[in-house]
Nanobody, 121 residues
Framework: QVQVVESGGGLAQAGGSLRLSCVAS????????IGWYRQGPGKQREFIAS???????KYADSVKGRFTISRDNAESTVYLQMNSLKPEDTAVYLCNARKEIAVGIYTSGYWGQGTQVTVSS
């Protein structure tokens, strides 16, 4: 089992920044990839960014150039630095610890409870 806990959400003004953290604990040897997703009010969950254990990163077009994902393997922590925030970034941000079993194919993995990000205009 893997436990996933997100933190760092809050209220920011448009143009501001926030840094989210995702800590995975437990049997972390069974995961090799961490993804960040978000779900806005009345919207479907959408992919934001991911990082593999080897440091390969992927971003959604909507956040490319504004958000940066990084990881600290020693602390099993993945960070999402969010800059130039927009009101449309308002959502619950969730972390998914999973295993990539083939290129672009992941196990369902483990989800955290999410952290709320609210961006005011």
């Amino acid at each position: 089992q893997v436990q996933v806990v997100e933190s760092g959400g809050g209220l920011a003004q448009a143009g501001g920044s926030l840094r989210l953290s995702c800590v995975a604990s437990g049997s972390t040897s069974i995961v090799n990839d961490i993804g960040w997703y978000r779900q806005g009010p009345g919207k479907q969950r959408e992919f934001i960014a991911s990082i593999s254990k080897g440091g390969i990163v992927k971003y959604a077009d909507s956040v490319k150039g504004r958000f940066t994902i990084s990881r600290d393997n020693a602390e099993s922590t993945v960070y999402l630095q969010m800059n130039s925030l927009k009101p449309e970034d308002t959502a619950v941000y969730l972390c998914n610890a999973r295993k990539e079993i083939a290129v672009g194919i992941y196990t369902s993995g483990y989800w955290g409870q999410g952290t709320q990000v609210t961006v005011s205009s």
